[in-house]
């Protein structure tokens, strides 16, 4: 399973592109809002550093027209953008225009298969269903994961699925168990990931023996 990072803030990819595990970034218009910066501006910035790493940014509009001429503008920054588009009507028949321009498209805000398999039929690139999302309304998110790999893999559907919503590291190694494409996550889930107690009760006892053996190597 890769790893997406999902943030719009710079400093988060930089430094969880400079630990090498990230495979690409995802971001959404509360995540651009937070930042409190100009979109097309960040998303080059994005782009200046993660290269050639898919990016998905979101369209604003909920007409397909207008969703395509967004999306026309983002995808202009790169190749390797991705159009972010909502699950509804209008953003099935977008993705099939942007599908039909070889424009790369991630269907966000998937709670149900039925819609994971009409975005993957219209030409999605990523399918993004929300786990977390539906953790908060006492339902299994996870449960959706199952589905659509169940289905995309019985189908041969080639749509990859991006576990998206991610609060926590438990999420994520689920979704790597249930074998999904992909998990976007948070940078705090991803430093969460790095530590153990046991690992820093190692490196505290090596360096304690180290010490204590008045060995002068270094
Ligand atoms: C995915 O692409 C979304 O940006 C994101 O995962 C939404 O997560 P949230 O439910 O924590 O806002």
Redesign the pocket.
């Known amino acids: 399973m890769k790893l997406f990072i999902?943030t719009a803030n710079v400093d988060e990819i930089r430094k969880a592109h400079e630990l090498g595990v990230i495979a690409g970034v995802?971001?959404?218009p509360?995540?651009i809002a937070k930042e409190g910066r100009d979109f097309f501006a960040t998303v080059k910035e994005i782009a200046s550093i993660v290269g050639n790493l898919p990016i998905?940014a979101e369209v604003i509009s909920l007409k397909a027209d207008e969703m395509v001429e967004q999306g026309k503008k983002l995808a202009g920054l790169g190749e390797n953008i991705v159009v972010?588009v909502p699950m509804t009507e209008d953003g099935l028949k977008a993705t099939k225009r942007f599908t039909e321009m070889g424009i790369k498209t991630?269907v966000?805000l998937i709670f149900s298969s039925t819609q994971a398999l009409l975005a993957a039929r219209a030409g999605a690139t990523y399918v993004?269903p929300?786990v977390?999302?539906l953790d908060?309304i006492n339902q299994i998110g996870m449960n959706l994961i199952k589905e659509i790999s169940n289905i995309f893999a019985v189908h041969n559907i080639s749509s990859e699925i991006?576990t998206?919503?991610?609060?926590h590291t438990a999420h994520v190694i689920e979704a790597a168990v249930i074998g999904a494409d992909i998990a976007?996550v948070?940078y705090k889930v991803i430093q969460q990931m790095v530590k153990h107690p046991l690992t820093d009760a190692g490196i505290e006892r090596f360096l304690a023996d180290w010490e204590g053996a008045k060995q002068s190597v270094f």
Request: charged share 25%; glycine share 4%.
């Open positions: 999902d995802t971001t959404n509360s995540l998905s972010k991630n966000t993004s929300f977390g999302r908060d991006i998206a919503s991610v609060r976007t948070p």
